[in-house]
């Protein structure tokens, strides 16, 4: 299949809806605040009073938080993110140690200075979106299984390393963003991190004949409709450039083999989400009998 050429008259309109969806996309977080703002208190261990905290393990803490927050950023702005190496824009995400609540020993972090709007409102869109997830963590398997379907894949192992900080150094943890607050004491701590730790994720390519219904370039998804009459959604591959998308959308509506990376995420309770990321697209013969799906090893 061969890409159009990024002058492609389809390119533009595409690139013309991103922001809409992305701000509609930002909508549907749970409930926070306007203010790209996070407080995070701690007690126990590693703080003194309220006259201070131990900085090795405020290092440690706030490390692979801010790792979440710059992935998820990346993510959620430009529909995708590697599972390795340098974020896109990631520099935006950059919070700035603003304050220190007294009482329990707190850590403000705030959005660095930024004459961009829509920047803080995605950052503070973030914040909540991450507060959420590791608040989750400490509920149930279904509301934490639940909370990583919205999240990038590359956020995953953080939380585990955020919750085992926690744990070892017996520090508890009250977490504030907006209107979005959570607490966890040293045995929800340890619970979260059993759930965090026992993820367990499969990965496996699969092709998957049926039709195309289209994808977008704003949110770098994509949806399918099987022969065998389900409908598959998910991400458009890393691997993608835009001009692919575009010639892949000439296959809208018609017969198509998908191949497809399938990444199965098991919690410890057994509850599990399928994932579906979308490789390569092409057309068939819809005479030619094709088998359900074939497995790639």
Not at 96 to 118: A, H, V, W, Y
Not at 127 to 140: F, I, N
Request: proline share 5%.
């Amino acid at each position: 299949m061969k890409p159009f050429t990024t002058g492609h008259p389809l390119m533009e309109p595409l690139r013309t809806q991103r922001e809409e969806a992305f701000r509609a996309e930002l909508a549907q977080n749970p409930a926070g605040g306007s203010e790209a703002r996070t407080v995070l208190f701690f007690t126990g261990k590693p703080v003194h009073g309220s006259q201070g905290i131990d900085a090795q393990f405020a290092a440690e803490v706030l490390s692979p938080f801010l790792e979440m927050v710059k992935t998820e950023y990346s993510a959620t702005k430009h529909g995708r993110v590697g599972e390795r190496g340098p974020r896109k824009d990631e520099h935006e995400a950059r919070l700035m140690l603003t304050g220190l609540p007294r009482g329990s020993f707190g850590l403000e972090l705030s959005e660095g200075p930024s004459d961009d709007l829509f920047a803080e409102e995605h950052l503070s869109s973030v914040l909540v979106r991450v507060t959420d997830l590791l608040a989750s963590a400490g509920k149930s398997d279904e509301d934490f299984v639940h909370a990583l379907d919205r999240v990038s894949p590359r956020v995953y192992g953080r939380v585990g390393d955020f919750f085992k900080t926690l744990n070892d150094s017996q520090a508890n943890i009250r977490m504030q963003t907006g209107d979005l607050e959570f607490e966890l004491d040293q045995p929800g701590i340890s619970q979260a991190l059993s759930r965090a730790s026992s993820i367990q994720t499969v990965e496996e390519q699969i092709d998957v004949p049926g039709v195309f219904r289209g994808a977008t370039l704003d949110t770098w998804r994509f949806d399918f409709h099987s022969d065998t009459g389900e409908t598959l959604n998910g991400r458009l591959s890393e691997g993608l450039s835009e001009a692919d998308v575009v010639s892949m959308l000439t296959l809208t509506t018609k017969q198509c083999v998908a191949r497809l990376k399938q990444t199965k995420t098991t919690t410890r309770g057994g509850i599990v989400r399928t994932r579906y990321e979308l490789l390569n697209l092409t057309a068939r013969d819809p005479n030619q009998s094709q088998p359900a799906a074939v497995v790639h090893s």
